[in-house]
């Protein structure tokens, strides 16, 4: 009888060597991304984010490299902790932990193929690294009593670490930063009094090391430029905190005194608050915020250095370095403490004027200035030297230095080969394992530096045999040399956690014998009582949306053909339901509302029309865009599809598409007939395309909606190796629109979003609660609800209406709406326009943001006389 399946659907286990296998694979992976950056010759990668800036990092660095990683193997996470617990300790390092860690489970590997138990192997390597590190403590040297000697080390010690970073060419100048720079934190390993500013120009060999601290923003217009014993008040607070700026509101005044006089009590209570900070005594003041015109003016008077919106992190330095307090009330000056300096002055980097704090209350205190062709240059020279002075800050602490350049690698193996041979059973073939996993990092080394590894490490092991070896790997010439007589140093207490660390992780990864991956737990499993509630809106207003207008009569079935390039009989499915959807004038109109119609002014001319009988009008006229709420709920969401499932929550509204047949009436009993418009397999996403062709009671055409839905991790569904792809439609109906980057808009129009827009909007049919609910919006990643996207397309095509139709909206034929980013109500929206024949192309975007939120375009079915 077969044991019984104890987990949840979706959960899934591996056993035994697969298991093993498994986590064995996923950790080699990542030591084989990273080996390449190894030594001093190693290569760089290019990372790139996936987002919609493609940020591009350039670096070696290890613990860089892996946490930009999204691993899913669970072994191979346990080789990016140790990376940055490398980091974190003692910041260098973090690419040899991973390699070694790496090296030690590709030859555990081999002993477990060889009918080895993993706990032998455990314990063999127990006893590999415990004789390592032995070996490593008989050659140690700690030359700390001898001052120059130690500061000789610590200068090798920097270079070997530059060595392999960008900062290779000028090695002996950043060591020389780097030391001078450390040395003056008298033992302290607390970098934060070191500050590291980047500025763009010049070249590497320009960076400089400056005492004192920089603060990177330029004095006012009519302030003092020097001050001498300077007294310093750091602070945090709002200058226009009592100015009138409630959102919305309006001050109704009979006569321009009286807007005089409310503007004479807001610069009294101003005033009051500048005499509060100067009755500290000081003669600088440093805010994170604003300070405004009248203030900066009141502050120069009384010969008072006022610097506003200093970066955070600056303002926290410069507190801890001036011996001061970051302030936010000013009513008690007695509890307030002020930061001290000898000078304050106005220097300039290259281009840029930036102001100087000399002779600081912490005298260690230090501001190196790194100057480089590029933000990428820069970036990763400051992670190199950041490693630096993490690697020296520990070595003032724990002196013990060793030689580098492989020397250290090959100590331990050979001591780790002597025990191999006087240790019996089966754990001396663990031992030797050992021994080759560390002779390992000096191969890795040569190779990529292009030399002929099997060679060297031959030299070096014979080397090695001889009494007081200083042999190495020198990469620079290509052989074997003198570790010492080349100045190659490394760090004990560096050398010490990477062979402690990786003998843990692989001991770790090799205890594994079964691999449970866990079902996903719903939402409401692990969230409140009320979150759960109002999670499960969602989907139950989703399937009580469709269940009748999708499903009433529909089979989604699949086929057994072997031919068949999908599960999915298209032909069966391109007449999906018939639906009625039934509106008023009051709909009409009530959506016009939501998306933004009179919203600035209530008796507009040009938008009355769409909410009252204007001038004797009959009835009122309809937003060409009403038209995609009749295609409202054609899509299936909250149910899975044979042959295409899918989760209802990874659904995104990607593209509308709307064509006007005839003037939509005021009200109207609507036939709606849905079919499948186009199906695509994208790999791991399906594009759904849902067509809604709308007749009127005459049974006349009167318009066509296509909705596109963006199925993520539906794809995939393809039975042969070409994707699967149906539509049944033009080509040229979904091109994507350019934009003219090159010529200036045609018309440019803004507006503002009210706060309350999509609650507005939501009436006229959307009841998703992501618009309305919270709570439901930060669970889905927002800050708050989101506008409906129809809702953003609606306020679009009313602006191309309003500037290019000259308000005539029977003028539009064809709708094309793409949406690329969320907006939030409240916000300015700004719709570029560009004409092109007879159709407007279009891009919105959120002003307070400045990103594009929707493009598209608009076919008219002509132009106003005064175009």
């Not at 005499?275 to 405004?292: D, E, M, P, T």
Request: net charge negative; glycine share 8%.
């Amino acid at each position: 009888m077969g044991a019984e399946n104890i987990f949840k659907d979706e959960a899934s286990e591996e056993k035994g060597e697969r298991a093993r296998l498994a986590s064995f694979v996923g950790a080699m992976a990542i030591a084989d991304l990273v080996k390449t950056t190894l030594g001093p010759k190693g290569m760089d990668k290019i990372l790139q984010s996936t987002g919609r800036g493609h940020e591009v990092t350039v670096t070696n660095d290890g613990a860089t490299i892996l946490k930009s990683l999204h691993v899913d193997n669970a072994a191979a996470k346990v080789l990016v902790d140790i990376s940055k617990v490398q980091d974190d300790e003692v910041g260098d390092g973090t690419t040899s932990v991973v390699v070694l860690a790496g090296e030690l489970l590709r030859e555990a590997e081999k002993l477990v193929a060889s009918k080895i138990h993993p706990m032998t192997i455990i314990s063999g390597f127990r006893m590999a690294a415990e004789c390592a590190r032995n070996a490593l403590l008989q050659k140690v040297v700690d030359n700390k009593a001898d001052s120059e000697k130690f500061k000789t080390d610590l200068m090798n010690i920097a270079m070997t670490t530059l060595s392999s970073k960008i900062l290779s060419q000028d090695k002996e100048h950043f060591a020389k930063l780097a030391v001078d720079a450390v040395m003056r934190l008298k033992g302290s390993t607390n970098l934060e009094s070191i500050q590291i500013l980047k500025k763009p120009g010049g070249s590497l060999k320009d960076s400089f090391l400056d005492e004192g601290f920089i603060l990177d923003k330029k004095i006012g217009i009519g302030q003092p430029k020097r001050i001498e014993n300077a007294k310093i008040l750091v602070a945090n607070t709002a200058m226009d905190t009592d100015k009138v700026k409630i959102y919305g509101a309006r001050v109704r005044v009979d006569s321009m005194s009286r807007v005089a006089e409310i503007e004479g009590a807001e610069k009294d209570k101003m005033r009051e608050k500048v005499q509060k900070i100067i009755a500290h005594g000081i003669n600088c003041f440093v805010n994170r915020q604003l300070i405004y015109n009248f203030p900066e003016e009141l502050f120069a008077d009384a010969g008072i250095l006022a610097i506003e919106h200093a970066d955070f992190d600056g303002i926290e330095r410069l507190a801890l370095v001036t011996g001061g307090e970051i302030a936010s009330t000013f009513d008690n000056p007695e509890s307030v403490k002020l930061g001290h300096c000898k000078l304050i002055e106005e220097i300039m980097i290259g281009e840029d004027k930036l102001i100087h704090f000399s002779g600081v209350e912490m005298g260690q205190a230090c501001t190196i200035v790194l100057r480089g062709a590029s933000h990428h240059v820069l970036d990763e020279a400051e992670r190199s030297l950041h490693d630096a002075l993490c690697v020296l800050s520990q070595t003032v602490n724990d002196s013990r230095v060793l030689l580098g350049g492989g020397w250290p690698e090959m100590i331990m193996a050979k001591d780790v080969d002597e025990l191999a041979r006087k240790t019996p059973g089966k754990k001396s073939h663990a031992i030797e394992a050992f021994s080759r996993a560390l002779s390992a990092i000096p191969t890795i080394i040569a190779d990529n530096a292009g030399l002929d590894s099997a060679e060297l490490i031959a030299q070096l092991r014979a080397e090695h045999h001889k009494e007081g070896c200083n042999a190495g790997i020198d990469v620079i010439s290509g052989s074997v040399g003198d570790m010492s007589e080349l100045g190659i140093y490394e760090a004990f207490k560096v050398k010490q956690a990477v062979l402690l660390s990786a003998t843990e992780a692989a001991e770790m990864i090799l205890r594994v014998d079964e691999i449970i991956t866990c079902a996903p737990r719903r939402r409401e499993d692990h969230m409140s009582r009320i979150t759960g509630e109002r999670q499960e809106k969602v989907v139950q207003w989703h399937a009580s949306l469709v269940v009748d207008l999708f499903f009433s009569n529909t089979v989604w079935p699949i086929t057994k053909s072997s031919e068949d390039k999908t599960g999915f009989d298209v032909s069966c499915v391109r007449n999906v339901a018939q639906v009625t959807y039934t509106y008023s004038e009051r709909d009409a109109a009530l959506y016009a509302l939501g998306v933004g119609a009179c919203s600035g002014d209530a008796v507009n001319e040009d938008e009355l029309k769409y909410v009252y009988h204007e001038n004797g009008q009959k009835c009122i006229l309809v937003l060409p865009t009403f038209a995609a709420l009749f295609s409202l709920g054609s899509i299936p969401i909250g149910f899975d599809l044979p042959g295409l499932p899918f989760d209802p929550r990874l659904l995104l509204h990607g593209q509308q598409y709307i064509e006007i047949y005839k003037p939509l009436p005021s009200s109207g009993c609507i036939q709606n007939k849905v079919a499948l418009a186009g199906l695509h397999d994208k790999g791991k996403a399906a594009i759904l395309e849902m067509e809604t062709k709308s007749y009127d009671e005459s049974g006349e055409l009167l318009c066509m909606n296509r909705m596109t839905a963006f199925l993520r991790g539906a794809g995939g569904f393809s039975r042969s190796s070409r994707s699967y792809s149906y539509s049944n439609y033009p080509a040229n109906q979904v091109a994507a629109v350019k934009i003219p980057k090159k010529s200036q808009p045609f018309v440019v129009f803004e507006e503002c979003t009210q706060p309350s827009q999509a609650l507005l909007y939501r009436l006229s049919g959307d009841y998703n609660p992501l618009h309305s609910d919270p709570v439901v919006a930060k669970v889905a990643g927002f800050t708050r609800p989101i506008l409906h996207g129809l809702c953003t397309l609606g306020f679009a095509v009313r602006a191309i209406i309003k500037c290019v139709c000259k308000g005539d909206p029977n003028m539009v034929k064809t709708i094309s709406g793409r949406f690329l980013l969320h907006v939030y109500p409240g916000e300015t929206l700004i719709t570029e326009m560009w004409l092109e024949g007879m159709r407007i192309i279009y891009q919105t975007k959120v002003k307070e943001r400045n990103r594009t939120v929707l493009s598209g375009y608009v076919d008219l079915s002509g132009l106003t006389s005064s175009l």
